[in-house]
């Protein structure tokens, strides 16, 4: 095998970026008059979108109050030494207040759209490396193949 | 009623017999083109048929110059495609087609593990501590909490900025073109153009990639795909010259 099969995809993984790559992508043909461009059912989520930055500015909120960071002039003597001890669960600890944030985006999320958020629960099922990053994306309605004119 | 998937030279036609794949292509021809069509289903387009139009693509792409149509680009008969998207356009699909022929188009997702990015930032930063402990105070809601997170975000931004183009410096030295597909919180994912005799060039290139980012950003790499990115800007010298009689 070489190290090309190993190394490259031939198409995105998701379906997400899969519509991304070719939904009002590629020659433009001008003058349709029989030739025309369907639509495709999609089932996207468009508030994932508008929520994303709050999301990810709480998330990081919590992150980084979950690092227990003190100003630097206060960071010595014991409470320092707490802190140096508690470096290596950061790392954990940070994980916690993800998922705790994601809950509440969902929250959020409920109470925008009137329906749970499914890809959070996904994320939760990655064995715990999915909390900090968010791989699946609506597809913004810009995106989408215009109807049958 | 047809899909139109893309677009090819009359005399590459031949390699729509030999993709496999969910789709069966067949070739309309006009004009010195072709154009690979299939039937269209009688329910509306799903995913399933994204993937199936992007593979199509993907496998012509990989032995001849394609040029993409979008998805659900329908014709009723073969007629309206020659007469349609053959005819009207040749001298343009033609140079398009050649201005392709030598190239593809990579694209390579950086997907970073912001736990750990956001750890590494925040520690020893001023500003972040201040706007902690603020966000802590008594009598501190979601406004405070909302501006220590943007600027992590901020911060971790950059990080990623910085350390993605310290990673992909090599893959864009040998690509023709590059070009920044999104940059978000999620994702920064680039594109480039590279000629075909350099994709073995550009594997090696994302391997080390891989081995930088081993443990703080994800990588997707894909391709050879027709070249999305680049149709409208491909590298001068390639445009042949025109068909017409005028086109000196």
Known sequence: MTMASVNRAPRPSS????????????????????????????????????????????????????????????????PGLIEQMQEGGAKRKTRGALSGAGEKARDVMQSITGRGDDDEDEDEDDGGRGNGRRRERGVPASRRAPSRS | MLLVHGLLREHDRAVLDRVGGAVHPRAVAAAGLAAAVSEAPERGLTGDDAVAHLDLLVALATDVPVLPLPLGTTAPDDDAVREEVLAPAADRLEQQLAAVAEFVELRLDLAFDTDALVAEIARGNAEIERLAARSRAPGAGLPERMALGEAVAELVADEEAVRTAEWTAELASLAE????????????????????????????????????????????????????????????????????????
């Not at chain 1, 939904?23 to 989520?45: F, H, M, N, Q, S």
């Not at chain 2, 590059?178 to 994302?206: F, I, M």
């Open chain 2, 177 to 248: 073109r590059s070009a920044v597909l999104a940059a978000d919180e999620q994702v920064r994912r680039t594109a480039y153009l590279v000629r075909r005799e350099r994709l073995a060039d550009a594997d090696a290139a994302v391997a080390r990639l891989r081995a930088a980012a081993d443990g703080v950003a994800d990588v997707e790499y894909v391709g050879p795909l027709p070249v999305y990115s680049f149709l409208d800007d491909l590298p001068e010298g390639e445009q042949p010259a025109p068909r017409s009689r005028w086109g000196w």
């Open chain 1, 15 to 78: 379906l997400a970026d899969v519509l991304d790559v070719v939904l009002d992508k590629g020659i433009v043909i001008d003058a349709y008059v029989r030739v025309a461009l369907v639509g495709i059912e999609l089932l996207t989520i468009d508030a994932r979108i508008v929520i994303a930055s709050v999301d990810t500015y709480l998330r990081f909120a919590e992150a980084v109050n979950r690092l227990d960071l003190q100003p630097s002039q206060e960071a010595t003597g014991l």
